[in-house]
Each structure stands twice: as structure tokens, then as C-alpha cells.
């Protein structure tokens, strides 16, 4: 419960809090907190440096122009969860921020905390490589767009260098795109065991696959029937780890079985 | 939802006035405006706080302790070792005969840890953040020592945890009953189950464990505001500790959030408390935070089961049955190896079973210790029983209900001497059944599963029947170890009324959210023809109010029996004297005067012939000087409910080891993922008999709470150790209790049979024997009958162990087998 | 551009009154709550933030003090469950949690009925399944909830 000392700074703007993470070897970017305030509170992290994000309003915009939803990098998932621009743009990421954690987690908890901790059971990581996101990420250097796919580099890691902020997650709106999501979670609706987002479009079947690596797993099947899912799976000869919850040979399953269910809602809602 | 029925099956002798109406809770008020007084509420000035230096290792030799960088932290008021413990302390009393006394427990780890989490040491500072920083730079040194996690390879003795013992093993025996190898002989056929396992867990209460120490120099005197469940017990264990007297420890509780019996083991940290403010001459505050009380204080018991057999006639008839149990009581046994005995409350379970033989061993391994936890030892036996009951009915092919039904004590014995002299008080064990069965639609369940497997989902029902044996003999213990000097059970109550009219009681019980005001409340009131809100019952214990006896707390479903038994005992003697009082003061006959709405009155006397209370208090309390001189009455009374037992028969292990069996059937449908082996809940009953109910809306409270404990213990919650012995589940994250999403609606019904032996016809019945997990493994099995009839073998049964099971339900079945005797 | 520090002061409006305090940056809202403004109604039951015990309203909206620091509530409004009625009198949940029984040892009591306060703001009349998705991420361990469910959906019912 009791964290370490910790230096606090709180920008009245994104190049501030870019300068201040610039500025401080060992500064992290608080968002919501709702998983770094966690980690700090076991002392498992202890950064010097803390530069507050939560008063920054022009990160938490959520905003569609032309054929792009935008998010700011500190909307949460309540504001995902009831944005009627990710309705009628993307309404999976407004379903399955509806999943995650609980209420008060939802009201604090960011889209841009919950990419940037890549904790490997998060919903986010599989369901942005899925529907083809891109992170627009700025540093002193300037601003790039990474693409969701290549964000992930490892469990707690991502392409965001020190002293880099990452301002908004970029989606294709797609208001019927045939979007899947399915999860098997430790009780209803909590921290997934294993999980899967697809995706179908015209020409073909993405599935992407959390839980199972240090980073989201992209399959590419020939075909949306069950067999050939079941296939893809299979052949990706996955290695996922083994804990408490699931042995590495039942989380394998488990990948298949909620790869099929997602592209099977998404099926559905592709009709 | 839920729907009672209530019926009474016996007569009660006392009159309902307030008793067996759901009146508010006296304690609602402060609670749901925020102004319960919990320990950590409690400050006091130049208060130090208290963080623990704690051992990662389970199982290292503690070659040294550097505190001298902790003490250099500006802040830091001071530190405390297990050396300074082993000088200024004695070891724990140990329960056990040879050689589970031989083992030395002190409040600090001392000369080695046996157990991840165990506390080395002690710091105390100014604020809570700078003793965790301090403790960090307390440095320890370790050996590690090879780890025994598993009571299957502790019992071999091939690593020893307890030099001073020389062995693992705490205590073992034999316990035969009737005649096994007659029953054996008599049996058509015998089913054997080769292992089972009773998983560990806890009850978790939400407020971890904590205390506010003050030390008084001048007297030698310390005050603990803290959330100890069991104070008598728990001062029996501290002060000999303390080479001090029983007086010099004031427990002060007022709320406490919850308890389950996790908090009844609190000794070593509160020795620690006790050394460090008398050291440091302050008061310190200690709080123990999840992950700690995950990892060091009170598991529940684990147990295995080996070698059972059972003696079954064709009709269905159950002789009796043979098993081994082994119990793993974690590094230290504390409040064991009582475990070893408490289960034999509850002997044959719900049924008549006439030869039973338990061989009975319990084991230390390198895991948190363990403590009475909600459901005590007879949890993990009636577990057994019910297991027994559903791998019988499926290997002998015979119906789950009837067969119970053929079995079950029937309602005309009662009350019903058990093969080891423990005597069922009153309970209608079939008629539950079948109204917990009618709960959950039992009538359409062959159409449900038709229509389940159409949509891929096994569906399954299941039965948890289960006893709740109430109010202790602690005659039992002497049945482990013949020379302890404890026997019988008592609790205190005072009652009095004061000077302008106030009735006050005190309680010597530690409520943990039972509802003792109201419930207590009540209970005076309908004695003195009152309103309880006349009643002022003090919240909490305290030690000073001189209301305790030795067995005070609040654990082992009791309350309502003995709590309530001496509320009933104190408020009767001040009835006595406000009648004899009030007679004097009116001139005229005691039988003349009746109490009622706040006055003591001449029965259809003149309306001026009344006294309000007030009165009463008044005249004896501040305007004596008229009574006669050879009358005085105080109008303050403490009683002690003592229940009678009669002695334990030490030769056949035999006796009233409890008081009550409250009842509590369970019934429910699951319906399982077959493609991922995840459980869901579609339909939950539990049907209660707890006697005469003072207040159902407390026990229907309990009865959910019980349940959904139990849920959360066969769905999700366990404590798994690696092979390093590091807790994995150390918090809420991994040891998922159940949230409002997780529980179903449950459906409650109830009857009454009163206790015959109980001074209000009620029983205790907090526990509920944990019938939502045995309920839940009969489900599970029934449901997964048509995937290869794997046998449910664990209590614990997460999505994995489930998919498991549908995978290889052939290494289950190995386990199982029947022979034609 | 500020410069980082290990403590600041803050003032923070609590139940209608301005606190104003000095505070370590690393000091937890929670504690910041009950030990500096000693407003002892708001609760911790574990470490990781699963519980809920500690759930106040910042700015109206339901949080867990427990992740969040001291020091990023300042210029903010907290209600705890202090302020929820006037002193001595209980809002209709609070009375429907006690006719319900919907408490017993009463711990996570503050928190349940913070959760439950922000969602009758937002919805009056939940439905079951609504009530128990907002009080997810509250642990009772007394309940089982049923009672819990039933004093929420009653109170506008």
C-alpha cells in the first residue's frame, strides 16, 4: 500500500509533460494510474519521477474525422465505454472497454495506460492490432505513428521511449465492420485468461490473440470457417505461459476457443 | 428473491414478542453513515506505526539481522527481533501432546523462518509509509532449507521443520466407532476412493487483522483497540507468553469487519505490538495489509483423504465408512491440532451411519499457519461425507436424493445419539431437501439438460447437506490431549438498569456483523415488557466491563445460544428484582406485578399503580434511603450461560462434543462450458434450520454469506503454493473472490425445529458447514456424467481443474472403485 | 515548466469543506483521507485495488482512493460517505441498505454505497444485472450481495 517516495509533477500541456519526461531520468507518465499507482503500491516499480497526465484535457478528446476515429491517449474506458463518435465509428472498442475491470476503474482507467503497460491479459493490445489501430506517439524529437502491430514489444513494454508521450490511438471507422471479441476471464468480466479479437474484412480474416505471448499474437487464417480458425491456431504453434490459472497446455486451448468465438461474433455482426 | 417458509415443528416455550421479528438492525445507523469505529479508526498521539520485516524464503535457516541502517532513518522510533522475542517471551502454549508441544512458536521467527511471509522483525516509525521504507533496510541473511509444501511428503519426515519436535507430524490417532469390519462384513459391496483432497483457502474478511497497543508503565497494563475475535482465548495464550497476568491485557473491540475466524490467531503480531510499545514507550498501530494477510496469517485447514471405504448394501443402506486423514495445518499449529478433533461434531455427517473409523494425522508443512476458518473442521469432514454420498450414488448407479434420503437421520430420531456420543438436537433433514430441491425446479430437470446439451452446455444438480454443530465442548480437546485443564463452554452478559431508567447491557462477545445489539436487544426486551430500543447494548468487548469469561468471543456458531443465553440469565435476575422492587414499592405481592410497555405494574390494578423504569432506576440507584434494610437489590446483573456436556469419555473417544446442529441443505443447477470447462451458477437454494430464529433477516444474511463463501471456495478462491513454497495467489487479483457479477441470485427457505436443549430454543448458525462446496462438486460431477463420469476430487474446481476432468476423466476414475464384498 | 517535487500543497474541497494540506506526493488519497483529514468512513481491504472499500466520488464520479494520489485530488471536489446525508439523517440508499439488510460487519458498507450512489444518479431505477455491474468492483464478504442488490434497485423502485 505504501509507496516509495516519489517526485510529483502535474504539465498544464503535452509539451510540458514532454519536456518534464525529457527532463528526468526515471520519469513515467501517470495516466490513470490504475495500474502503475498498483505496481508502485507493491513497490514492484518505483519510478523517480511521476508527471501527471490528468489534467492534460486535449488528450482525453475522442474525435472522428473522415474515415479515422481518433482517441486521446487519456480516454477512458467510461468515456470509450459511452462516446456516441466510437458508436457509430467502431462500437467494439466501446463493448470492450465495457469489460474491463469494474466502474471505478472504468471512470479512471485510460486507453493510453492500459496500451502503454502492455500487461499481456489487457483487452486493448489484441483488439487494437486487431482492427488495424496506429499510437501517434510525440517526444522531443517529434511526433510518429507507429503502427498498433509494431507498438507491443514486451510484457510492460512498448515502442514509447523515455522521455516520448504517446498522444492518441488512431482506428479505422468502420461503423459495420465485422468486428469479434471473446475472453475467458477469471469470474464474469474479470482479468482474462486467455482472449481474442478478429476482424473480417472483404478479403480476409484477422484474428489477434492476447494472453498467450509477451505480445499480441496476429493469425491470419484462409477462411472464417471454425475449422479453418482452429487451423490457424494450431499452426501458430503457440508457447503461452503457465500460471495459477491455466497451464500453458489449457491456455492454448483456450486461445482456439476464443478465436473461434470472436471471429463468430464478428461473423455475426458482419451480416 | 427469496422465499421463506417457516414452519414450527415444535412448540417454543417463549413468548414472541420482539424474538423471531426482523427488526432494524441497531447497528445500521453508524455503519452506513461511515462512523462504525473500526481499530484502525482508532489514534492516538505520538502513535508509531508498525511494518514487518517479512521472510521471502519458506523454509531459511536466519543466520543474521542488521538493523542498524532501519534504526539511522530519521523518523524511526525503533526495532524489534526474534532475539529480543526469545529472551523477553516464552513460547506459545502448545495444545498438542507429544510431539506437536514440543514445538517452540514465538511472536518473531526465531533462529529460522517456516514460511514465506513469516515475520523476522519488527520496525516501528513515524509514519506508515517511512516503517515500510525502514523495513526495507533492515537486512537478513539466510540458509536456505529444503521445502515441504505438500502434507504427503511433510508426514515422511525427511525434512524436519520443528527440530525441537523431531518430527512433522503434530499429532495423529485413531479414532473407531461401532464395529467397521463387522460393518465391512455385512456390506454387499465396498467402495473404495483412493484419494481426495479439501483445498486451502479463507474466508478473507474485508478488514484485514490490526491492533492499537498502548503500554501504562505505571501499572504494567496493555490496551489493545484492535479486531481479535476471540480475546479470552487469545489472553490465555498471550500473558503466560508475556510472563504477565491476564489482568494486564485490556482488549477493547467495537466494530470489527469481519472475522470467519481468521481472527482468532492473532497472538504472535499482538505479542509483537505488546514488546514494541513497552520498548519504545508509545503506542503503536499496526495494519495488516491483503498481501500479508494472504501470506501470513490464517489459511483454513487443508486435508487430504486416502484410503476410503465404504460399507454399502444393495438397497442403498450405508454401514459406515474407513478413512486416513492427513491435515496440513501450515508452519505453526496455534489453534491446533483442536482440527483434529473438532470434526468429529459431526461424525456420520447427516446420516445414520453406525461404524465409522477415522485415522487421524496432522502434519506442519512450509505454508502460513492455519486458523479456524468459517465452517472449522467439519466443513472438510462433511465434505468427505458428501463426497462419499455422490461417488456411491454414481458407481453403485443409484439416485442422489434417495439415496440421502435413505440414509439421513430421519426427523423421528431426534434427538439422535451418533456412533461417537454426540447427540443431533432436532432437524427435518428430508423435508429440507425436498424444498431446496423444489427451489431450483428439480420436477423439469431432465427437460433443462436436454435442452442445455442442445445449446453445448453440460448441466448438472447437486446437493450439499451439511450440519452446523453450535456451542463447544471444549471437553473435545482433552480427547487430543488428556492433560488440558479446559472443559464446557460459558459466556458472560451483564445487564442493568440505570438511573434514569437506560437499560444497558454488555456483551462478552466480539461481534463481527451478527447483529448482537439488536439480537441481544431483542431479547431483554420481550423479557421486560419493552421496546428494544430501550435497550442500549454496548458495541464491541471490552476486557473492563467485567462481562467476559474464559471462552468469550464469537466463532464456532454460538451466539445465539450462549451469548444470547446469558443476556437471557441476566436480564431474568434483573426481572427478578425489578419485580421484587416494584412489589416493595407498591405494597404488594410479587405475583401481582407484571412488566410491560416500560412499566412495572399491579396486574388490572389502578392506572397509578405503575412504575416506569425510570422509576425503578431511580429509587435504587440515587433515592434508597425508604428501602428496608435487609433488601438490596442493584439492579445490575452478570450472568455466565454455562451449557452442560457431562465429561467426555476419554477411554472410546466418546461425547457431547457440541450443543446444537443447525441444518442447511443446499441445492443447485450448473450448467458447464464443455469447450472450456467454466462453471455457471443457473440456479442456487438453500434451505436453513437453525431452530428458533430471533431475528430471519439475520439469518437469511448468513445463510447468503455462508454460501457465497462457499462458491467462491469451490469455483475460484485457493491458495496454491509453488514447489519453492511462494503463495501465488497472494492477493485479490489472483485469488478471486466472488463479486456481484459471480453470485447468482440465491433462493433461501427455512423451517424451524427448536433446539431441546438451548434456553431459547435457537442454535448457532453462522457457518453453514460450507454446503455451496459440496453442493457445487455434486453439480459439477453430475454434470460432467456424460464426458466419461470423471469423480469430482478436489473441493476446488476452477474452469482448468473442470476442463481437466472432461479431457481425462479416466485418471479420476482411477481413483474409484467398487468391490463386491 | 514545474519542477518535480516530493511534496506539495493541496486543497482539496472534502464533503463541502476546503481542506487544505501539505502533502508527501507518494501519500495515497485513501490515507490522505483517513489519516490527514481523519475522516475514517472510507475504507481499505486489500492492496491491489480489487476491493472497493475505499471508493469516494472525485468530482462526482466513483474512483478507488487507493489509486490515486494525494496530491492529484487537489483542486478537486471528494465526497466520502460522511457527506452523503445531512449529520444524523440517511439518504433513502443508506435507508434502504438497513431495512434490506444489505450490511453486516459493515466495512464495505461506505464504499458499496458510494458506488450505488453514483449509479442512482445516472440511472434511478437499475435493473438487477445494472445494480450488480456497478457494484463489481466492491467486495462484500458478508452478504453474498443478494441483499445488496435488492436495497439498491428498491430505493426509487
Known amino acids: ?271 | 428473491m427469496s422465499t421463506t417458509e417457516t414452519t414450527t415443528t415444535a412448540p417454543v416455550e417463549l413468548q414472541k414478542g420482539h424474538i423471531g421479528q426482523s427488526i432494524p438492525r441497531k447497528e445500521d445507523k453508524r455503519l452506513v453513515q461511515g462512523q462504525g469505529i473500526f481499530f484502525d479508526d482508532v489514534r492516538r498521539h505520538g502513535m508509531g506505526y508498525v511494518h514487518f520485516v517479512r521472510s521471502p524464503h519458506a523454509h531459511a535457516k536466519i543466520v543474521s539481522i542488521d538493523v542498524a541502517a532501519a534504526l539511522a532513518l530519521d523518523g524511526v522510533y525503533g526495532t524489534l527481533t526474534g532475539d529480543e522475542v526469545a529472551i523477553q517471551t516464552d513460547p506459545f502454549f502448545e495444545m498438542s501432546t507429544a510431539p506437536g508441544s514440543e514445538i517452540k512458536d514465538y511472536a518473531l521467527a526465531v533462529g529460522k523462518t517456516r514460511f514465506m511471509g513469516e515475520p523476522v522483525a519488527a520496525v516501528c516509525a513515524s509514519t506508515r509509509e517511512l516503517a515500510r521504507d525502514a523495513a526495507e533496510l533492515v537486512e537478513v541473511e539466510y540458509e536456505q532449507l529444503d521445502v515441504l509444501v505438500d502434507a504427503r511428503e511433510a508426514v515422511k519426515d525427511e525434512t524436519v521443520m520443528h527440530e525441537d519436535a523431531g518430527t512433522n507430524t503434530v499429532w495423529s490417532g485413531v479414532f473407531d466407532w461401532g464395529d467397521w469390519e463387522a460393518a465391512k462384513a455385512e456390506a454387499d459391496q465396498i467402495v473404495t476412493i483412493d484419494e481426495l483432497h479439501f483445498h486451502r483457502f479463507s474466508s478473507t474478511p474485508l478488514e484485514c487483522s490490526g491492533a492499537l497497543v498502548e503500554y501504562e508503565k505505571a501499572t504494567g497494563q496493555w490496551t489493545l483497540h484492535c479486531n481479535h475475535q476471540m480475546p479470552g482465548v487469545g489472553a490465555i495464550w498471550m500473558a503466560p507468553a508475556l510472563r504477565t497476568g491476564i489482568d494486564k491485557l485490556r482488549f477493547i473491540t467495537k466494530d470489527i469487519g469481519g472475522g470467519f475466524g481468521n481472527k482468532i490467531c492473532l497472538h504472535p503480531y499482538y505479542v509483537t505490538l505488546c514488546l514494541l510499545s513497552r520498548k519504545l514507550n508509545r503506542p503503536v498501530n499496526w495494519t495488516e495489509w491483503r498481501t500479508d494477510q494472504h501470506t501470513a496469517n490464517a489459511h483454513g485447514n487443508e486435508r487430504w483423504f486416502h484410503d476410503v471405504e465404504v460399507a454399502v448394501k444393495n438397497d442403498g443402506t450405508m454401514l459406515g465408512f474407513s478413512v486416513k486423514a492427513l491435515d496440513d495445518c501450515g508452519a505453526f499449529p496455534r489453534y491446533e491440532p483442536l482440527g483434529c478433533i473438532i470434526w468429529a461434531q459431526v461424525t456420520p455427517g447427516c446420516y445414520a451411519w453406525r461404524n465409522i473409523r477415522v485415522d487421524f494425522t496432522q502434519v506442519t508443512t512450509n505454508k502460513s499457519p492455519v486458523s479456524p476458518n468459517r465452517g472449522y473442521s467439519r466443513m472438510q469432514h462433511l465434505w468427505l461425507t458428501e463426497r462419499i454420498i455422490d461417488i456411491v450414488a454414481a458407481e453403485l448407479d443409484l439416485d442422489p436424493v434417495e439415496l440421502r434420503k435413505r440414509n439421513y437421520v430421519k426427523t423421528e430420531q431426534m434427538p439422535y445419539e451418533t456412533p461417537n456420543g454426540c447427540v443431533y438436537d432436532s432437524g427435518d433433514y428430508a423435508r429440507c431437501l425436498d424444498m431446496a430441491l423444489e427451489l431450483i425446479g428439480y420436477d423439469s430437470i431432465e427437460e433443462r439438460r436436454t435442452e442445455a446439451a442442445a445449446r453445448g452446455k453440460l448441466l448438472g444438480v447437486g446437493i450439499g447437506s451439511t450440519l452446523d454443530s453450535g456451542t463447544n465442548n471444549f471437553g473435545q480437546s482433552q480427547l487430543l490431549n488428556p492433560e488440558l485443564q479446559f472443559s464446557g463452554n460459558n459466556e458472560a452478559a451483564t445487564v442493568k438498569l440505570d438511573i434514569f431508567g437506560e437499560l444497558v447491557v454488555t456483551l462478552g462477545t466480539v461481534p463481527q456483523g451478527q447483529g448482537h445489539e439488536t439480537t441481544a436487544s431483542q431479547v431483554v426486551a420481550d423479557i421486560l415488557g419493552c421496546s428494544p430500543d430501550q435497550v442500549h447494548v454496548r458495541p464491541g468487548h471490552d476486557t473492563f466491563f467485567n462481562s467476559h469469561a474464559g471462552f468469550s468471543g464469537t466463532y464456532a456458531s454460538q451466539f445465539a445460544v450462549t451469548g444470547l443465553g446469558a443476556v437471557k440469565g441476566a436480564t431474568d435476575a434483573l426481572r427478578a428484582e425489578m419485580v421484587a422492587l416494584a412489589a416493595a414499592v407498591l405494597q404488594c405481592e410479587e405475583k401481582q406485578i407484571e412488566l410491560a410497555d416500560g412499566f412495572a405494574r399491579i396486574k388490572d390494578g389502578p392506572p397509578e399503580a405503575a412504575l416506569p423504569f425510570m422509576a425503578l432506576g431511580a429509587i435504587v440507584n440515587a433515592n434508597n434511603a425508604f428501602l428496608p434494610p435487609d433488601f438490596n437489590p442493584t439492579l445490575n446483573h452478570r450472568f455466565v450461560y454455562r451449557p452442560y456436556f457431562g465429561n467426555v469419555d476419554l477411554e472410546k473417544k466418546m461425547g457431547k462434543l457440541t450443543l446444537t446442529y443447525a441444518t442447511q441443505i443446499h441445492a443447485c443447477v450448473v450448467e458447464i462450458d464443455r469447450e472450456t470447462g467454466v462453471v455457471e451458477i443457473v440456479d442456487y437454494a438453500a434451505v436453513d434450520d437453525c431452530g428458533t430464529r430471533i431475528h430471519p433477516q439475520i439469518v437469511e444474511g448468513q445463510v447468503h454469506g455462508a454460501t457465497a463463501h462457499a462458491i467462491g471456495a469451490a469455483l475460484h478462491e485457493e491458495f496454491v503454493y509453488d514447489e519453492d513454497g511462494q503463495l501465488l495467489t497472494s492477493n485479490f487479483y489472483d485469488y478471486h473472490v466472488p463479486h456481484a457479477l459471480d453470485v447468482p441470485a440465491l433462493k433461501t427457505a427455512a423451517i424451524e425445529s427448536p433446539s431441546p436443549f438451548t434456553p431459547l430454543g435457537s442454535k448457532g448458525m453462522g457457518e453453514g458447514g460450507g454446503g455451496g462446496i459440496h453442493c457445487l462438486c455434486s453439480a459439477i460431477q453430475d454434470a460432467l456424467k456424460p464426458v466419461g463420469k470423471p469423480i469430482v476430487y478436489d473441493s476446488c474446481n476452477p474452469s482448468h481443474r473442470v476442463w481437466s476432468m472432461i479431457q481425462d476423466p479416466e485418471s479420476t476414475r482411477a481413483n474409484v472403485s467398487v468391490v463386491p464384498a | 515548466m514545474q519542477q518535480p517535487s516530493t511534496s506539495r500543497t493541496i486543497s482539496v474541497e472534502i464533503n463541502g469543506e476546503v481542506c487544505e494540506r501539505d502533502v508527501d506526493a507518494r501519500r495515497l488519497l485513501v490515507h490522505f483521507i483517513r489519516d490527514d483529514v481523519e475522516l475514517t468512513g472510507t475504507h481499505i481491504g486489500c492492496d491491489t485495488g480489487n476491493c472497493g472499500a475505499c471508493t469516494i466520488h472525485l468530482d462526482g464520479q466513483a474512483v478507488k482512493s487507493c489509486m490515486l494520489l494525494a496530491v492529484q485530488a487537489d483542486g478537486s471536489k471528494v465526497t466520502t460517505v460522511e457527506g452523503l446525508a445531512g449529520d444524523g439523517e440517511l439518504t433513502p440508499l443508506q435507508q434502504a441498505f438497513s431495512s434490506h439488510h444489505a450490511l453486516q460487519c459493515g466495512y464495505c458498507t461506505p464504499g458499496m454505497l458510494m458506488s450505488a450512489s453514483a449509479l442512482l444518479e445516472q440511472n434511478p431505477r437499475p435493473t438487477e444485472e445494472e445494480a450488480r455491474t456497478a457494484i463489481q468492483g466492491n467486495i462484500c464478504r458478508c452478504t453474498g450481495y443478494v441483499n445488496i442488490v435488492e436495497a439498491i434497485v428498491s430505493v426509487n423502485a
Open chain 1, 1 to 271: 500500500m505504501l509507496l516509495r517516495e516519489v517526485e510529483y509533477a502535474r504539465p498544464s500541456s503535452v509539451e510540458e509533460a514532454i519536456q518534464l519526461l525529457a527532463a528526468h531520468d526515471g520519469a513515467r507518465a501517470l495516466a490513470g494510474g490504475q495500474t502503475l499507482v498498483n505496481v508502485m503500491k507493491a513497490r514492484a516499480a518505483s519510478p523517480d519521477v511521476l508527471v501527471d497526465l490528468n489534467r492534460l484535457d486535449e488528450l482525453r478528446a475522442i474525435t472522428v474525422s473522415g474515415d479515422t476515429l481518433q482517441l486521446g491517449a487519456m480516454a477512458t474506458y467510461t468515456q470509450i465505454r459511452g462516446s456516441s463518435e466510437v458508436e457509430v465509428s467502431r462500437p467494439i472498442l466501446a463493448e470492450v472497454a465495457a469489460q474491463i475491470a469494474d466502474v471505478q476503474v472504468r471512470n479512471r482507467g485510460t486507453i493510453g495506460g492500459n496500451v502503454c503497460s502492455n500487461d499481456p491479459t489487457n483487452h486493448l493490445p489484441p483488439l487494437l492490432v486487431a482492427l488495424g489501430a496506429s499510437m501517434t506517439i510525440r517526444g522531443a524529437g517529434g511526433e510518429r505513428t507507429v503502427p498498433a502491430e509494431e507498438f507491443f514489444l514486451g510484457v510492460y513494454m512498448t515502442v514509447v521511449a523515455e522521455g516520448e508521450l504517446l498522444l492518441s490511438v488512431s482506428v479505422p471507422a468502420a461503423a459495420n465492420a465485422a468486428d469479434g471479441f471473446a475472453s475467458i476471464t477469471i469470474g464474469r468480466d474479470g482479468t482474462c485468461i486467455a482472449n481474442a479479437a478478429a476482424c473480417i474484412s472483404e478479403d480476409s480474416v484477422r484474428i489477434v490473440l492476447g494472453c498467450v505471448d509477451a505480445v499480441p499474437v496476429v493469425l491470419t487464417p484462409t477462411g472464417t470457417d471454425d475449422d479453418s480458425i482452429r487451423r490457424a491456431v494450431d499452426g501458430a504453434n503457440l508457447e503461452p505461459p503457465s500460471d495459477v490459472h491455466a497451464s500453458a497446455e489449457y491456455r492454448r486451448h483456450l486461445a482456439g476457443v476464443c478465436a473461434v468465438r470472436a471471429v463468430q461474433q464478428a461473423r455475426a455482426r458482419g451480416r
